[in-house]
């Protein structure tokens, strides 16, 4: 089976620095995701980790530990604008009457941006 | 390069309609899937299915709900004999090929803007 964790909500400032954290078990890991959901809108991929480290984009930035079922997400120089929700997904391995892969997602942490 | 199209947007049904939702995946993607998300909460996966084969549906319930992906055409998720508990935003989402090599990030969900369920 699989489980996701995240916690549920967090404030931060603007201009300040945010770490979302995700725990996570699986059967099959095959890589490790992060989504920003706005209220009312379709979730927009932000990052991908499938070894181990940190992976950088831009003033986001998400690391993995798959020894540990562990991952971040890293928000620097906060804008009001990163007020949304973050999902953690885990990308699956299925196989039954046919192989695939699923993503399976953690509840979503609520992130409130205050000036 | 059109995303994934869902429609409706927006629909209302009565307690004991049928309600289908269509999902049109991104261009040349083979593999969709369905989520549920209630408000203020996380995405439920419901049902995955490449072209004419549902691969898991493990998140669906038996009764009720059903899932298709035919060679043309789009996805349906369908729910029949609706009731207040159904209402909720279905999100779809679409990959490309899935393979055995987990360095291939390109496999990554692009979603649709969700069809949003009221029951009344």
């Known amino acids: 089976g699989q489980n996701i964790d995240q916690p549920t909500e967090m404030t931060a400032t603007e201009g300040a620095i945010v770490q979302i954290n995700c725990t996570y078990q699986?059967?099959?890991?095959?890589?490790l995701f992060w989504y920003q959901q706005h209220a009312g809108e379709a979730p927009t991929f932000l990052s991908y980790?499938?070894?181990?480290g940190l992976e950088e984009k831009g003033r986001f930035s998400s690391f993995l530990s798959r020894s540990k079922g562990y991952s971040y997400l890293l928000l620097k120089e906060l804008q009001m604008k990163d007020s949304a929700s973050y999902l953690c997904a885990v990308r699956d391995i299925v196989i039954r009457d046919n192989y695939g892969q699923n993503f399976v997602f953690g509840p979503g942490t609520r992130l409130s941006v205050l000036p | 390069n059109a995303g994934v199209m869902q429609n409706p947007r927006h629909l209302v049904r009565r307690r004991g309609q049928e309600a289908r939702l269509r999902c049109s995946p991104v261009k040349g993607h083979s593999h969709v899937y369905w989520y549920r998300q209630l408000p203020e909460e996380g995405l439920k996966f419901m049902v995955y299915l490449q072209k004419e084969n549902i691969i898991d549906e493990s998140g669906m319930p038996k009764e009720r709900f059903s899932a298709e992906f035919p060679k043309e055409g789009p996805s349906i998720l369908r729910i029949q004999q609706v009731v207040r508990g159904d209402s909720a935003a279905y999100f779809c989402a679409s990959s490309n090929q899935a393979g055995t090599n987990p360095y291939s990030g390109a496999n990554v969900l692009t979603f649709g803007a969700g069809s949003r369920l009221t029951v009344l």
């Open positions: 980790n499938v070894l181990d």
């Open positions: 699986t059967s099959g890991f095959n890589g």
